[in-house]
């Protein structure tokens, strides 16, 4: 099992940039396979970002492709989000995630596929 816990968020204004950072703590944390997802108000949850347990492969949401980036440090069991030319349409509270049995490439982008979660953390971006 695996506790996350966000924190970076906050208030910017559009073609600015704030990093996410989301800190595992359990067994073998450093191993999970990590996804970033957003869910603004009214909205579904959808998946922003993911990160395998050695951080040698990356997916993206297309929306997000060339603005955001994720990446890992396995030895402080620390994952990030940065993101850079944010848009108002970015704002969502930002929450990562983990699979028990790691990425599915079908099922990689549905929040049912995860089974730990943070609190998540807040960015609004400002036009």
């Known amino acids: 099992q695996v506790q996350l816990q966000e924190s970076g968020g906050g208030l910017v204004q559009a073609g600015g940039s704030l990093r996410l950072s989301c800190v595992a703590s359990g067994r073998a944390a450093s191993s999970y396979d990590m996804g970033w997802f957003r869910q603004a108000p009214g909205k579904e949850r959808e998946f922003v970002a993911g990160?395998?347990?050695?951080?040698?492969?990356?997916y993206y949401q297309d929306s997000v492709k060339g603005r955001l980036t994720i990446s890992r440090d396995n030895a402080k069991n620390t994952v990030y989000l940065q993101m850079n030319s944010l848009k108002p349409e970015d704002t969502a509270v930002y929450y990562c995630?983990?699979?028990?049995?790691?990425?599915?490439?079908?099922?990689?982008?549905?929040?049912?596929?995860?089974?730990?979660w943070g609190q998540g953390t807040q960015v609004t971006v400002s036009s």
């Open positions: 990160i395998s347990g050695s951080g040698s492969i990356t």
């Open positions: 995630a983990a699979p028990e049995g790691g990425f599915i490439i079908a099922t990689m982008r549905n929040p049912y596929a995860y089974d730990y």
